[in-house]
T-cell receptor
Framework: GQNIDQPTEMTATEGAIVQINCTYQ??????LFWYQQHAGEAPTFLSY??LDGLEEKGRFSSFLSRSKGYSYLLLKELQMKDSASYLC???????????WGAGTKLIIKP | DAGITQSPRHKVTETGTPVTLRCHQT?????MYWYRQDPGHGLRLIHY???????DKGEVSDGYSVSRSKTEDFLLTLESATSSQTSVYFC??????????????FGAGSRLTVL
């Protein structure tokens, strides 16, 4: 079957760094996505990895290892507004269909 | 952005009644999706469309039907709502043609409660 695993909840301190892991098992692979979702709102796109390595975008970076079926999202200089759920999703075909993890709720404490 | 609007944003209905949710997009994209989101679950695909009158089932399609008579509108219908269909429903579409593979933009969501 196809499966995406990520931790249910994480807590971090304002100003610190946090790494959210995602492991996946899918029948195909066309790319891995990270979305941010604030409570009561729609998911919004954060990053996309299709090749192995690190993609950096400001305070957020995403890493992919296709051989290990593993990705992480790294958030630096945490701010209170980063409190949200972070969703990992994999595209396993070419029809824009995504397989979604259940999301990681990130709680930022002062 | 794909300019996706969903209506209604909130609805409370009773078991056994029909419900239709509407998704409207302004970017003329072929692909549109309906997802549901429930606590403890990832977004789950209900149905998707790859063109006018071209639709297909997702992983949780039982109890739902869809229609796409115009490129810009994708309707999700619950023929006879059940309490298990209480959920938040999101419509999604790629933002613009050629903007990058599989990057979806989501509507604001429709919160449905079935009593």
């Amino acid at each position: 079957g196809q499966n995406i695993d990520q931790p249910t909840e994480m807590t971090a301190t304002e100003g610190a760094i946090v790494q959210i892991n995602c492991t996946y098992q899918t029948s195909g692979f066309n790319g891995l996505f990270w979305y941010q979702q604030h409570a009561g709102e729609a998911p919004t796109f954060l990053s996309y990895n299709v090749l192995d390595g690190l993609e950096e975008k400001g305070r957020f970076s995403s890493f992919l290892s296709r051989s290990k079926g593993y990705s992480y999202l790294l958030l630096k200089e945490l701010q209170m507004k980063d409190s949200a759920s972070y969703l990992c999703a994999v595209s396993s075909d070419s029809n824009y269909q995504l397989i979604w993890g259940a999301g990681t709720k990130l709680i930022i404490k002062p | 952005d794909a300019g996706i609007t969903q209506s209604p944003r909130h609805k409370v209905t009773e078991t056994g009644t029909p419900v239709t949710l509407r998704c409207h997009q302004t970017e003329n994209h072929r692909y549109m999706y309906w997802y549901r989101q429930d606590p403890g679950h990832g977004l789950r695909l209900i149905h998707y469309s790859y063109g006018v009158k071209d639709t297909d089932k997702g992983e949780v399609s039982d109890g739902y039907s869809v229609s796409r008579s115009k490129t810009e509108d994708f309707l999700l219908t619950l023929e006879s709502a059940t309490s298990s269909q209480t959920s938040v429903y999101f419509c999604a579409s790629p933002p613009v043609l050629g903007s990058g593979a599989n990057v979806l933009t989501f509507g604001a969501g429709s919160r449905l409660t079935v009593l």
